[in-house]
């Protein structure tokens, strides 16, 4: 791990495979590193592992997937690394939510319909706050209502007395309860209407501004991440291939499959221009991939990418630039 003390989490060469006949190998040898209070933005197509890094990251990975490979290190304000797949039992349970949390895709999903939003709160702080009194875990569930804008006597209501937007808010509010350092968001605003998502996604940067939680916010759409992120990480067939500062990704992609994403959505304050997809599909992640994996949906091959696989490199922007691309990797290479 760096010795850089901003360095909250740090992921190191992570590998997930879902077993089968043909394993598929679903995230491939990823690392990066959240620094605190940033928000980190992971993107790409459906499919290209983003979930599974989530969930890898979060230790929630089910059969059947399973790591192969990497380490996940958190340290904590007081400079105690922890090494999270080395965690079991006891201290894996102390460890979620209290320093890293997660907010998950659907939020009728994440809640329990049957059961009161209250109630779902009581139940986190009866696990982990073992010490609290009644009234003090129905006060603290009411000001983390309030903290997300929803009124706290709405405690009493269940998920299906609230409108799509408002679940969102209260799973958020969940994942904030013990005040975790790390917080994972996999498309916290799938399936929310442009309004509402603009509102989620303001709550979120005024809460991480207020409490200075660090964020991994995961989503196919990159052109929300380049409003929101600090910095942005390009995943595809289970990698990154490119890793850089939001800021000026927009107009300086440097890997061809972040260029095709870019030309795949509207620049709604700049000049109309044709909007592009990116041709073809992705590969099989079933298969070994000896070359790049963009190579075959990509408008700027040349002989290096079928045969030999790229490493993610330095670009030497001065900014932790980085792209896995034959483009910048080979001396004197050319299409």
Same mark, same amino acid.
């Given at each position: 791990?760096?010795?850089?003390?901003?360095?909250? /989490?740090?992921?190191?060469? /992570?590998?997930?495979?879902?077993? !089968?006949?043909?394993?598929?190998?679903?995230?491939?040898?990823?690392?990066?590193?959240?620094?605190?209070?940033?928000?980190?933005?992971?993107?790409?197509?459906?499919? $290209?592992?983003?979930?599974? *890094?989530?969930y890898a990251i979060?230790?929630? /990975?089910? @059969?059947?997937?399973?790591?192969?490979?990497?380490?996940?290190? %958190?340290?904590?304000?007081?400079?105690?690394?922890?090494?999270?797949?080395?965690?079991?039992?006891?201290?894996?349970?102390?460890?979620?939510?209290?320093?890293?949390?997660?907010?998950?895709?659907?939020?009728?999903?994440?809640?329990?319909?049957?059961?009161?939003?209250?109630?779902?709160?009581?139940?986190?702080?009866?696990?982990?706050?073992? !010490?609290?009194?009644?009234?003090?875990?129905?006060?603290?569930? =009411?000001?983390?209502?309030?903290?997300? =804008?929803?009124?706290?006597?709405?405690?009493?209501?269940?998920?299906?007395?609230?409108?799509?937007?408002?679940?969102?808010?209260?799973?958020?509010?969940?994942?904030?309860?013990?005040?975790?350092?790390?917080?994972?968001?996999?498309?916290?605003?799938?399936? *929310?209407?442009?309004?509402?998502?603009?509102?989620?996604?303001?709550?979120?940067?005024?809460?991480?501004?207020?409490?200075?939680?660090?964020?991994?916010?995961?989503? %196919?759409?990159?052109?929300?991440?380049?409003?929101?992120?600090?910095?942005?990480?390009?995943?595809?067939?289970?990698?990154?291939?490119?890793?850089?500062?939001?800021?000026?990704?927009?107009?300086?992609?440097?890997?061809?499959?972040?260029q095709g994403l870019?030309?795949?959505?509207?620049?709604?304050?700049?000049?109309?221009?044709?909007?592009?997809?990116?041709?073809?599909?992705?590969?099989?992640?079933?298969?070994?991939?000896?070359?790049?994996?963009?190579?075959?949906? $990509?408008?700027?091959?040349?002989?290096p990418c079928a045969?030999? %696989?790229?490493?993610?490199?330095? *670009?030497?922007?001065?900014? !932790?630039?980085?792209?896995? $691309? %034959? /483009?910048? !990797?080979?001396?004197?290479?050319? @299409?």
């Amino acid at each position: 791990m760096s010795a850089d003390a901003d360095v909250v /989490l740090s992921v190191e060469h /992570l590998s997930v495979e879902y077993a !089968g006949e043909r394993p598929t190998r679903a995230v491939r040898d990823v690392s990066f590193q959240l620094r605190r209070g940033e928000l980190l933005g992971v993107a790409g197509e459906s499919g $290209c592992g983003k979930s599974t *890094l989530a969930y890898a990251i979060s230790r929630m /990975l089910k @059969p059947p997937a399973r790591l192969t490979g990497g380490r996940v290190l %958190h340290r904590s304000r007081d400079g105690v690394e922890t090494d999270l797949l080395a965690l079991e039992g006891e201290q894996l349970r102390a460890f979620r939510w209290s320093r890293q949390s997660m907010v998950f895709q659907s939020a009728m999903n994440a809640l329990n319909p049957v059961t009161t939003v209250g109630r779902q709160f009581d139940d986190i702080f009866r696990a982990h706050r073992t !010490g609290w009194t009644a009234e003090r875990r129905r006060r603290r569930a =009411g000001e983390l209502l309030e903290l997300v =804008g929803i009124d706290p006597a709405r405690i009493r209501s269940f998920p299906h007395e609230l409108s799509g937007g408002m679940r969102q808010r209260v799973v958020i509010a969940m994942a904030l309860a013990l005040e975790p350092e790390i917080v994972i968001m996999d498309e916290p605003t799938t399936a *929310l209407d442009v309004v509402v998502q603009r509102e989620i996604l303001d709550e979120v940067e005024r809460l991480r501004e207020q409490l200075g939680f660090s964020v991994v916010f995961i989503t %196919h759409d990159l052109g929300l991440l380049l409003e929101i992120s600090d910095r942005l990480a390009v995943m595809y067939a289970g990698e990154f291939v490119e890793y850089a500062p939001a800021e000026g990704l927009a107009g300086s992609a440097a890997h061809p499959y972040t260029q095709g994403l870019l030309r795949s959505f509207p620049d709604l304050a700049g000049v109309r221009r044709e909007l592009r997809g990116i041709p073809g599909t992705p590969p099989d992640l079933r298969e070994q991939l000896p070359g790049c994996p963009f190579a075959a949906r $990509c408008d700027q091959v040349f002989d290096p990418c079928a045969g030999q %696989h790229p490493a993610l490199l330095d *670009l030497d922007r001065g900014t !932790g630039w980085s792209a896995a $691309c %034959h /483009l910048h !990797g080979l001396q004197g290479a050319t @299409p």
